[in-house]
């Protein structure tokens, strides 16, 4: 069953402290994407990936790091200089790896992060 | 920099009534529109897409959406809403998302 697959789903951290939230697709798509999603924001771009390697900044990029070391897996670490992490992340990936935003996104169920 | 509008953030309509949410967009070159929807407890997954071609897109569970290219818009459509309707409605131009609009359907 294909599909992507982020973990841990709720997770606390106190103030100060780094936390990597996974992300794990077995679709074979190129492309994949963080985004962070608040309440009466929609969802906010952090990072993407269009290729093993390589990632790009999104909008929201400050206080967050990732890395694209395999196809399938493109982990996000909320460093402690995020000033407001509190908030519910999602993980996507696309078929495409084009820049052009044609792409359509496929979905985790998301992780909660709360900070203590 | 890019953005999505969407105009209304919380939708209250009782079944079969009709469903109209806007959604507007700066322009930013080709047009790549998209509607997702995020039912409770499930995955964010796509209602529908627009790229070129006939402005007026179906897509699943009824739904349409038209793209006036003089408006910026791309305003979601469903002539007869459902209590399963009832979800959490995004819209997105590239990878920009609005803020959302939650709709709430009685019975």
Request: charged content about 20%; overall charge positive.
């Amino acid at each position: 069953d294909g599909g992507i697959t982020q973990s841990p789903k709720y997770l606390f951290r106190k103030e100060g402290q780094n936390v990597t939230l996974s992300c794990e697709q077995n679709l074979n798509h190129d492309a994949m994407y963080w985004y962070r999603q608040d309440p009466g924001q929609g969802l906010r771009l952090i990072y993407y990936s269009q290729i093993v390697n390589d990632f790009q900044k999104g909008d929201i990029a400050e206080g967050y790091s990732v890395s694209r070391e395999k196809k399938e897996s493109f982990p996000l670490t909320v460093t402690s200089a995020q000033k407001n992490p509190t908030a519910f992340y999602l993980c996507a990936s696309s078929r495409d790896r084009g820049a052009s935003g044609a792409n359509v996104l496929t979905f985790g169920a998301g992780s909660r992060l709360t900070v203590l | 920099a890019q953005s999505v509008s969407q105009h209304n953030h919380h939708v209250i309509l009782s079944e079969a009534a009709s469903l109209e949410l806007g959604c507007n967009y700066s322009y930013g070159g080709t047009v790549n529109l998209f509607w997702y929807v995020q039912y409770p407890g499930q995955h964010l997954q796509l209602l529908l897409k627009y790229f070129s071609g006939d402005p007026l897109v179906k897509g699943i569970k009824g739904f349409e959406a038209e793209f006036i290219k003089s408006k910026f818009s791309f305003n979601l459509r469903k002539p007869s809403v459902q209590w399963s309707d009832t979800a959490e409605y995004f819209c997105a131009h590239k990878l920009i998302f609005g803020a959302g609009t939650r709709l709430a359907v009685h019975p």
